[in-house]
């Protein structure tokens, strides 16, 4: 079945530093992928949504300066947390479809946090 | 604005029995219907999905059932066991896809 690769599953960064949470699909070209952000005992919220070779569309509240999105080819999608805070910690999930509308899979997720 | 949502935060069963997991939904232009099952500090798991022009849909030892003029959405698992145990999302997707608030269901043995 479909793979989704996330990595690193957990990272731990200083304020002030960025940090890189990767996704690639190893088996199936993913046109759309979806991060989201959970916090502990919550639901998914979803924090933008982008297609292979297009700028990605944040929802209302994501700074999309601070959380940048790069899906330049069709197997990779970056999640870039610039200048990191403490409140920036959580856990990010990726998701990636064919982008027929049907059948999402999910990465393993990124815990980040920032001391 | 439109959201997906949850009936019960926490659902306890006993081994064996069947468990049925609620959402509700608001968006009627949603064309897809996804459950997803998670373990703590993993990242969701499809369970079982359904589009828009379907009622009903079975899976092995699950069944989802749509129900569009209420806007509900149910899971329903059959002979649940411990491993079962986990937080229970339903996903609606329209261009793209939201989660609700999920169901904590615990199965006693």
């Known amino acids: 079945g479909a793979v989704v690769s996330q990595h690193p599953s957990r990272v731990i960064c200083k304020s002030g530093t960025s940090v890189k949470i990767e996704c690639r699909s190893l088996?199936?070209?993913?046109?759309?992928m979806f991060w989201y952000r959970q916090f502990p005992k919550k639901s998914l919220m979803l924090m933008a949504t982008?297609?292979?070779?297009?700028?990605?569309?944040?929802e209302q509240g994501v700074e999309k300066d601070k959380f940048l999105i790069n899906h330049a080819s069709l197997t990779l999608s970056t999640l870039t947390v610039t200048s990191a805070h403490p409140e920036d910690s959580s856990f990010y999930i990726c998701?990636?479809?064919?982008?027929?509308?049907?059948?999402?899979?999910f990465g393993s997720g990124t815990r980040l946090t920032v001391v | 604005g439109e959201s997906v949502g949850l009936h019960l935060p926490t659902l306890s069963v006993q081994e064996g029995d069947n468990s049925i997991i609620n959402c509700a939904y608001s968006?009627?232009?949603?064309?897809?219907f996804i459950w997803y099952k998670q373990e703590s500090g993993k990242g969701p798991q499809f369970i079982i999905d359904?589009?828009?022009?379907?009622d009903k849909r079975q899976g092995q030892r699950v069944t989802v059932l749509l129900n569009k003029t209420v806007k509900h959405l149910s899971l329903q698992i059959a002979a649940t066991q411990p491993g079962d145990s986990a937080v229970y999302f339903c996903?609606?997707?329209?261009?793209?896809?939201?989660f609700g608030a999920g169901t904590r269901l615990t199965v006693k043995p």
């Open positions: 998701s990636a479809g064919t982008g027929t509308g049907y059948g999402y899979t």
């Open positions: 088996d199936f070209q993913a046109t759309t």
């Open positions: 982008s297609n292979e070779g297009s700028k990605a569309t944040y």
């Open positions: 968006n009627s232009a949603s064309d897809y």
């Open positions: 359904i589009r828009s022009n379907m």
């Open positions: 996903a609606e997707h329209n261009n793209d896809m939201r």
